[in-house]
């Protein structure tokens, strides 16, 4: 059944993918989307799936818990609602990206249909004109970034900082440009990625113009668009807010008013349409709980489903989740996050950066930047980081964030907020 998915006719559904909690349908909104089309699609997940929902770090939608036969009759169901799910290579832009730029991510998703390429099924492509929330800070396979001087910028392999830069050229060469590079990328077979492309870059290239630098879109109300006549609110989903339902909900009342729903990278959720509307919408999201206020400790906690949501889990992350947010502040204050893994899988807590608590049959391990801190049991993890928490209180200097504490304190010394009495 899976295999016969993986084949469907409609690709724009990834395949799914094995989890503790059953098959993970991931897929990436190319365009804004009518609110009462996705609230359907939020229905559907909660019918086949275990309703839980969330907004990766590049802007795509995950959808949990299906099972072979039911992720089935959930992606043709999905498909059938004629939402703008990505169809083959993901070709990114912006959630506020111009015309121009969405064009031009259309045209080269069209000529990649029609070339039929093998490519690495993780290939990105993204397209950033510099418009609000474009996450520059993403890495991408091949990159078009506008430049001050109106051309685009072509590189490979990185960031917009980091990306091996290969050529500057104009708006209607850029297609031609970016299907060259896929060609060369796939020539190399389809584990290849756009790192992996040996092209030299002159060094004329290297003092070329500056792109433009996209404002971040924060969580909250703010303005957009030509003179800023444009409203919008974003928001974030929280590792205790996942409910496909519930944000189903919010959809419905959104699509009272003529707006859309869009999707951006650093896991953004935001609606747009009237500067009322969106204070509205704002309101009944607070309600719900949903993450609207861009000092809330949510924010720096990644939770995986954990348990009972999860059959591979030996915690419940969600529950730790929302102790933390209710206790940590300040220790949460954005500079540092909170992973909290169910088990060694870490589902969205790739990074080995910042703090990670990984469940394991035994016990749970706690972590600082890859390097181990302390063990404790299940039972005991609510004490535990309570007292990491005061330990690193007591410690702190004024105007310093924890980021600074815990790094003048050194991991060794932190080890000692674990001693026990
Ligand atoms: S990391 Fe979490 S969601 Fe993923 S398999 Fe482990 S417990 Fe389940």
Redesign the pocket.
Known sequence: MIDDFRRNACPSLHAPMQ???GLLVRMHMTEPCDPTDFAALCELAGQHGNGIMEVTNRGSLQFRGFGDASVAKFADDAISLKLPISIGVDVETGPFASMIARQLAKEIRRALAEEQLNLAPKLVIAVNDGSIGASADLSADIRVDLSIDKRWRIALGGTEESAHIVDFVEFNEVGSRVIGLCRQIAAHGPATRGRDLVIPTSPGLLKGPQLLKGENASVGLFSWGVDGEGSALGLRLSPTVQDARLFAQLCRTAAHHQGDLRFGGGKAVYFTGSRQHCTSLLEQAREFGFVIDSCDPRLAIAA???APA?A??HYI?KDLAETMAAEATPFLDGSVKLHL???E???GCRETRDFLLM?SPEELSLSLDGEMLATFSQADARREMAKLQRFVADRRQASETTRMTITRIGRAGLAAAFERN
């Open positions: 989890t503790g909690d995986c489903a954990g999860c591979s889990a992350t893994s169910g088990c899988k870490r589902c469940g």
